[in-house]
């Protein structure tokens, strides 16, 4: 009955899934020592240093803090809503990673007779499920600033939900104009449809037919992420800390490992639809997944690079912004998109 | 029983239990957050009829657009718990008399219903022997566009006369 355990695509695939979950996990913890790091290189500090080799360390004595830090609760907020508020948001950070590929199908050498993509959920209507869960997260945030029953909180809380629902539409919309040229929803599909080259110089990546689809897709991915300069649930300045000011401990690092994990899936979805994936040059296809890790950690960058550079924008500069640039720009850029491809075909 | 059959069941009694929680809720915010369950449930019946596309616009839509909406609503109006010691006893809809009449409704309504399911014609296994038009999102395109493009242009106008007419009726008027 338990034949199976020793199946090796049973295997495979299980450690594919553990793979992904420690993975996002690591690469949070790595995330935050990049980010003090980049920090402290933009303003000419030296960052974290003491723990461990040039500080290297210290995301792990980050958690040991927050570990064995004491759990509060406020008397007045709302028991179940506050503790289920962080496992919401990072429950749908994980999941929303599991549609997306990382690396072209492969049989592990020779250790499968059939190749296995590297993804977790292979399904075929993979972007819409990425876009549906990532926005399930945005009611971890809102509970959380409710449940909370503090001002600063709801204020975040609602902020974000206005601030998401703002962006959404134009990140659907930029999607959707990839979508219509690759002429699938399945993330490996999209990738698979920007393998070679034209002219045998420039890669086949979306980006060069879809710029300003990458740019609102950016816009909007940073903005769905709250990161700087869309930064709003959480504003320092005005808010103390916005949804999350009341949480300590570990429940405070669920909140944070979702937004490190969410600008991970953004960018994984940003290189799978806009960078062409794990297709690149000089490496065998099999290690295409170096390709994709590379891609993925200069988006990465990109994301600090933008946090410490740019100030944060204002209130009604971000809802200006959002509905009277991007969701026209994006709709504009889908329109033309169709046109050409019913026009030239796909 | 297969376990398409088990799942079916599963996904009816997630979806049925939301949707009983929303009105058995006193709290508005968590009357919100049952619909949202029931929604997934519902979700998960599309997917058993091989409509991942349906299922996931209903996450989308739904779950994802709509019910942020209410939520926030229902957040920046601070709507207070229901509480059975503050219900206005003497609305004239709390009387006796409207109350029976409502009873003797409710009654008729369930009775309508038993009546009308009992007489649809193969109830276990209905669907699924039909084909299944709306699997793939280009079939759901073309269909929308050519069968129920009445209904769908219908329904894009009256959705905007509504938005014209929450626009119209928010502004304040400063010059008049």
């Known amino acids: 009955m338990l034949d199976f355990v020793t199946d090796p695509a049973f295997l495979v695939y299980t450690g594919i899934i553990l793979v992904v979950f420690f993975g996002l996990q690591t690469g949070a913890a790595?995330?935050?020592?990049?980010?003090?790091?980049?920090?402290?290189?933009?303003?000419?500090?030296?960052?974290?240093?003491?723990?461990?080799?040039r500080g290297l360390l210290q995301p792990l004595a980050d958690i040991v803090k927050l570990v064995f830090k004491e759990e509060l609760r406020p008397k007045a907020s709302d028991a179940l809503l506050f503790t289920a508020a962080p496992v919401i948001s990072v429950a749908a950070a994980y999941v929303a990673f599991a549609p997306v590929p990382f690396g072209p199908a492969s049989t592990f050498f020779g250790l499968?007779?059939?190749?296995?993509?590297?993804?977790?959920?292979?399904?075929?209507?993979?972007?819409?499920?990425?876009?549906?869960?990532?926005?399930?997260?945005?009611?971890?945030?809102?509970?959380?600033?409710?449940?909370?029953?503090s001002k600063y909180s709801l204020l975040g809380g609602l902020r974000s939900s206005a601030q998401m629902i703002s962006y959404e539409l134009a990140y659907g919309m930029s999607l959707a104009a990839v979508i219509l040229l690759a002429n699938t929803l399945s993330l490996r599909e999209v990738v698979d449809a920007q393998d070679g080259y034209w002219f045998g110089v420039i890669p086949r990546w979306y980006i060069f037919l879809q710029p300003v689809a990458f740019f609102v897709f950016a816009c909007a991915g940073v903005a769905e992420t709250n990161r700087a300069p869309f930064d709003f649930p959480e504003a320092e300045q005005e808010l103390v800390a916005g949804y999350h000011t009341e949480y300590?401990?570990?429940?405070?690092?669920?909140?944070f490992l979702a937004e490190y994990i969410n600008m991970i899936t953004v960018s994984a979805v940003a290189v799978n639809l806009f960078l062409g994936g794990w297709h690149g040059p000089f490496l065998p296809p099999e290690y295409g997944w170096i390709w994709f890790l590379a891609k993925l950690g200069v988006l990465l960058f990109i994301y600090l690079w933008l946090r410490w550079t740019l100030p944060r924008f204002r209130y009604d500069q971000l809802m200006a912004f959002g509905w009277k640039v991007l969701l026209p720009v994006a709709t504009v850029n889908l329109l033309l998109t169709a046109a050409g491809v019913l026009y030239f075909g796909v | 029983m297969g376990s398409d059959q088990l799942l079916f069941y599963a996904?009816?009694?997630?979806?049925?239990?939301?949707?009983?929680?929303?009105?058995?809720?006193?709290?508005?915010?968590?009357?919100?957050?049952?619909?949202i369950v029931s929604f997934f449930g519902l979700s998960g019946l599309y997917v058993l009829l091989e409509a991942p596309f349906v299922a996931v616009v209903q996450i989308i839509i739904y779950a994802g657009a709509i019910m942020v909406l209410f939520l926030f609503v229902v957040m920046l109006l601070n709507v207070p718990?229901?509480?059975?010691?503050?219900?206005?006893?003497?609305?004239?809809?709390?009387?006796?008399?409207?109350?029976?009449?409502?009873a003797v409704l409710a009654v008729l309504l369930i009775g309508q219903l038993v009546w009308a399911l009992s007489r649809t014609p193969g109830m276990a296994g209905g669907v699924a022997d039909q084909p299944a038009t709306a699997s793939s999102v280009?079939?759901?395109?073309?269909?929308?566009?050519?069968?129920?493009?009445?209904?769908?242009?219908?329904?894009s106008i009256l959705i905007i006369a509504a938005m014209v007419g929450a626009v119209v009726l928010a502004r304040k008027h400063d010059e008049s």
């Open chain 2, 81 to 102: 718990r229901e509480d059975a010691a503050e219900w206005d006893r003497t609305h004239p809809l709390y009387r006796s008399g409207p109350m029976r009449a409502g």
């Open chain 1, 248 to 255: 300590s401990s570990m429940r405070f690092a669920m909140f």
């Open chain 2, 138 to 155: 280009a079939d759901v395109g073309r269909v929308l566009f050519t069968d129920y493009m009445f209904a769908f242009e219908v329904t």
């Open chain 1, 30 to 53: 790595v995330m935050v020592y990049a980010e003090r790091k980049v920090a402290a290189f933009m303003q000419q500090r030296l960052g974290p240093y003491l723990v461990g080799p």
């Open chain 1, 112 to 149: 499968l007779d059939e190749p296995m993509p590297l993804i977790v959920a292979d399904v075929n209507v993979a972007v819409l499920v990425i876009f549906a869960v990532a926005s399930m997260g945005v009611y971890g945030i809102v509970l959380a600033g409710w449940a909370s029953n």
């Open chain 2, 11 to 35: 996904f009816g009694a997630v979806a049925l239990a939301g949707s009983v929680l929303v009105i058995g809720q006193r709290n508005p915010v968590y009357s919100v957050l049952a619909i």
